[in-house]
Every structure is written in structure tokens, then in C-alpha cells.
């Protein structure tokens, strides 16, 4: 299969406090182990430059936890070294993301000049009420000062994440925050449903479909509205989740549901290398520790199958409006894919859940509804 960008994902965990709803790997914010980990991350970018081979970096995304929680010249530092140490392609999409009460004027012209250029914004919602009934610190006018301010200092690739299906929540009130979400004119919107993950303490409180929660039907509206009123406003749906203008795609995300390369730093993170996987340590103790002896903070290691990579392919592709690729596929399995996953593809598209089109397996809207359901088809 042909080389795509190569992409590097930084995971910083730290965040002003739990979410009840989060089940990523964070925690709250802590300057001594902050400081640990920020010389753990400078060794072990060291190391993994041998794996990029010689491959500048076209995107690299901070992620967490709120990585814009550390301070700007730290940022600033770790992306100067990866840029010393790799290069970047000269078209480099550089992600950071951001809670929107933790930034000032100051500090976003300060990690513009460093050369992010690219901010995604966790809103989550402009509701006060919701706000703080998901544990979120921040206003809504946070959100709407900090976006004016990300455009003043250079940001022209703005994101702002939404999560609809609120306890509370009604269609009425995650229509107006798509209102006001669209006021701001972003160039990328990623819309969520809230995640009942078990451990949390919204999963041990609530229950799908069950009060405060929205029924499905309150759910169907809910969503039905974003997808219209998004698409009016010109952003179109390229992942089940993700709304972009023409052109304003994370390519850093695209990278990876395509199967691409990318690297990866930090407690937790996942990275991808030519059908190898890994993850790192979650703990950052352990990830330190581990760096302190000169090891690979492994967590695991696997090298995929060709029919665990066309699986994961096919899984990733699903989620995309762009579909699954069948060429690729052939190439890489060494057999045509309508003959291998004939009885799943059949299925697909006896349910209306995708249709087959100019050499690529293209999801319906119905199918991105139901990507899970779908991609279980092939297992």
C-alpha cells in the first residue's frame, strides 16, 4: 500500500479537573509530575526519530487530557524539538487541543508564533446549565472569547467539539447549540454523543434512553436538526462524527481511519507503523520510570495480520464518508475483497447501510448511523 503522510500523536493527560463523563486517559493537572514527564517526553522523542526514517512529519496533534494546559514555551519547546529532530512537510497541520477557560490573548499568540496552526476547542455545549451539569468549568462566553481571540492571533483552522444527548437536554436546547456554535463560523465542527462508559460516574448513574436522558426519540430530532442545519451552513459530514468546510478536514485524523503511519508520544498513546501497533504506558509514573531505565514503555506491542489490517481498514473506512477503498484492499490481501467479504458486503447493502461505487464500499447515511453495527458485520 502506498506511504501517506507520516504523523506523530502527542498525549499530554492532564486536565483542570474529571469530567464525569471521561474515560480517556487523564487526570488532574500536577506541576511536579508535569515537569517529569515534559523530560521523560523530550528523551523519548529522542528515540523514536529512527522510526520516522528519514520522513518529515505532516501532521502532529497534542491530544489529552488539555495539553494547552501546559505552559505556551513548554509547547513551544516540544514542537521546536520534534520540528530539530524530524522536519516537518511544508504544508505541516499542527493541532492543539484547548479548554477554551484556560487560554488568554497572551498565550494563543504565543503557541500561533510557535507554529500550531491549527486549535480545537472542547465547547461542548453553550448551555450554563449543562455546562456545569457535565463538571465543565468554563462559560459560554469562555468559548466565544476564546475563538474571537484564536482568529485575531492567526488561528484561521478552527474546531469546536459539541456533545448532544446531555443529561437535561433537550432537541430545543442542542439546536440553539448548534446555533451558536455556527455564530462563531468554524472551519471544523466535531459533534459527540455523550459515552456512558462504564467507570465513569455518568456510567454508573445513567442509563441509555432512561430520564435525564434523552429518549431515542428526543436523540433522533437532536441529531436530525445538526445534520441539516450543518450541512446549510456549508460544513459538510466526512466522519460520523466530523463536519468540515471543503479542504478544512483533520488530515491528521484522516491519516489514521485511512490506516497511515503515525507515531506517537506519551502516557497512552496509540501509535502505527507499516502494520505494527503499540501503545505506551498510561500511567505517567510508569512512562517516566520507564524512560528513567532506558526502556520502551510498552503497554503492548502487535504486529497485525494482513486480515487484521483489511479488517481495520474496512472498520475505519466505514466511519467515513469517503468509504473503503477496495484496490488497496485487493493489493494487500491478494485477493478481490467483494470475493472474500461477499457475504458481509451483501449485507450491507441489502440493509441500505452502503453501496458499492467507483471501486470504493461507500456508507449511507443510515450506515454512519449504524458504523458499529456495520463493521461487526465483517468480524
Not at 331 to 359: E, I, K, N
Request: charged fraction near 20%; glycine fraction near 10%; include cysteine.
Amino acid at each position: 500500500m502506498a506511504r501517506s503522510g507520516l504523523g506523530l500523536y502527542l498525549h499530554l493527560p492532564y486536565c483542570p479537573a474529571r469530567c464525569p463523563y471521561c474515560d480517556f486517559n487523564a487526570k488532574r493537572y500536577d506541576h511536579g509530575e508535569a515537569r517529569r514527564l515534559l523530560a521523560g517526553l523530550a528523551v523519548h522523542l529522542e528515540r523514536i526519530v529512527p522510526l520516522a526514517q528519514g520522513r518529515p512529519l505532516d501532521t502532529v496533534y497534542f491530544g489529552g487530557g488539555t495539553p494547552a494546559m501546559l505552559p505556551a514555551t513548554e509547547l513551544a519547546a516540544l514542537l521546536a524539538r520534534m520540528r530539530g529532530l524530524m522536519g516537518f512537510t511544508p504544508r505541516a497541520e499542527i493541532s492543539l487541543e484547548a479548554n477554551p477557560g484556560a487560554l488568554s490573548r497572551g498565550k494563543l499568540a504565543a503557541l500561533r508564533s510557535a507554529g500550531f496552526n491549527r486549535l480545537s476547542l472542547g465547547a461542548q455545549s453553550f448551555d450554563p446549565g449543562l455546562l456545569k451539569a457535565i463538571g465543565r468549568g468554563h462559560t459560554p462566553d469562555d468559548t466565544r472569547r476564546a475563538a474571537a481571540q484564536a482568529r485575531q492571533v492567526g488561528f484561521g483552522d478552527l474546531n469546536l467539539d459539541l456533545i448532544h444527548g446531555l443529561p437535561g437536554q433537550s432537541p430545543a436546547q442542542a439546536a440553539a447549540d448548534i446555533a451558536a456554535a455556527l455564530e462563531l463560523e468554524p472551519k471544523h465542527l466535531s459533534l459527540y454523543e455523550l459515552t456512558l462508559a462504564p467507570g465513569t460516574p455518568f456510567g454508573r448513574q445513567y442509563r441509555p434512553g432512561q430520564p435525564p436522558l434523552p429518549g431515542d426519540d428526543e436523540m433522533a430530532a437532536m441529531e436530525q436538526h445538526a445534520l441539516a442545519a450543518l450541512e446549510a451552513a456549508g460544513l459538510e459530514r466526512y466522519e460520523v462524527s466530523n463536519f468540515a468546510r471543503p479542504g478544512m478536514e483533520c488530515r491528521h485524523n484522516q491519516n489514521t481511519w485511512a490506516g497511515g503511519d503515525y507515531l506517537s508520544l506519551g502516557p497512552g498513546a496509540h501509535g502505527h507503523l507499516s502494520g505494527v501497533r503499540w501503545a505506551w504506558l498510561s500511567d505517567p509514573a510508569e512512562y517516566c520510570d520507564a524512560m528513567e531505565r532506558g526502556e520502551e514503555p510498552h503497554a503492548f506491542r502487535e504486529e497485525l495480520s494482513r486480515e487484521q489490517r483489511a479488517l481495520e481498514l474496512i472498520m475505519l473506512g466505514l466511519r467515513t464518508t469517503h468509504g473503503v477503498e477496495l484496490a488497496p484492499l485487493a493489493a494487500l490481501l491478494g485477493t478481490d475483497p467483494r470475493r472474500m467479504y461477499g457475504p458481509a458486503m451483501a449485507q450491507l447493502q441489502a440493509r441500505g447501510w452502503a453501496l458499492v461505487r467507483q471501486g470504493r464500499l461507500i456508507p449511507t447515511p443510515a450506515g454512519l448511523a449504524m458504523a458499529d453495527a456495520a463493521a461487526a458485520l465483517f468480524a
